[in-house]
């Protein structure tokens, strides 16, 4: 089993190639790491590189971090912050810079279980500083994860996560934005796994109709620390 999943991924990679030609889809890479002090305590950190097409046209890097306390098994409280980078396109992370962000956020997730299907309900609220201007923003994302070929999230895990979140601002148009995903992963062992899927994702405006971007998105995930954790398999973003 071990070797289809790999082999799943990689054609997954291989097709980021062909893609590419076509200048089609965009791509968006994380690597997360998460800290585990002990079943209560955590940290987590993530960077994120993104292109307007596959392999070409990096446009967006982030990287953020912070913690979080497991208020029960199946309720956590978090809070972060993180920078964000928005370049100059056409080019590869080319200057001057379009947007520069900071921001903080504080969230609760709350899970719960339907037979071997995990439900990850996200409630965010965000205080962002875009160019030196406040805003604030509000997000929900509903996150289910199936094990296919085990129960649980164990080692050697094919599992398919998928989520839908919604974005809101206390300004009209209030809803801005709505995030799409579905993909296939493959937990190798408690400590590492190995995420790929569609993104779409699209943005609301009172001028005109919005628009929309379609991304390939890749993610390895890499939990560190006490190994009574539950393994992380959604990025905060």
Not at 31 to 51: D, T
Not at 171 to 194: M, V
Request: aromatic content about 18%; glycine content about 8%; cysteine-free.
């Amino acid at each position: 089993m071990i070797y289809k999943a790999s082999a799943f991924l990689l054609l997954l990679l291989a097709s980021n190639s062909l893609l590419a030609q076509n200048n089609v889809l965009g791509g968006w890479n994380i690597l997360n790491y998460n800290y585990s002090f002990n079943k209560k305590v955590f940290l987590y950190s993530e960077a994120q590189l993104r292109s307007q097409h596959i392999a070409n046209d990096f446009y967006y890097h982030e990287l953020k971090f912070g913690g979080g306390y497991n208020i029960t098994d199946k309720s956590s409280a978090f809070i972060g912050l993180g920078n964000y980078e928005t370049y100059t396109f056409p080019g590869n992370l080319k200057k001057p810079l379009t947007s520069n962000e900071f921001r903080i956020w504080e969230q609760f997730v709350i899970s719960a279980y339907i037979d071997r299907i995990k439900f990850e309900n996200r409630f965010r609220i965000e205080q962002r500083w875009i160019n030196g201007d406040f805003s604030s923003r509000f997000r929900y994302r509903i996150n289910p994860i199936i094990p296919l070929n085990h129960s649980k999230l164990t080692a050697n895990t094919v599992y398919i996560p998928f989520y839908n979140e919604v974005f809101f601002t206390n300004k009209a148009p209030y809803f801005i934005r709505n995030r799409a995903f579905g993909g296939i992963g493959y937990q190798f062992t408690k400590s590492i796994a190995l995420q790929a899927g569609f993104i779409r994702q699209f943005d609301y405006r009172k001028a005109d109709d919005g628009s929309g971007k379609n991304f390939i998105q890749m993610m390895l995930v890499i939990n560190g620390g006490h190994p009574g954790k539950e393994p992380q398999h959604s990025n905060t973003d």
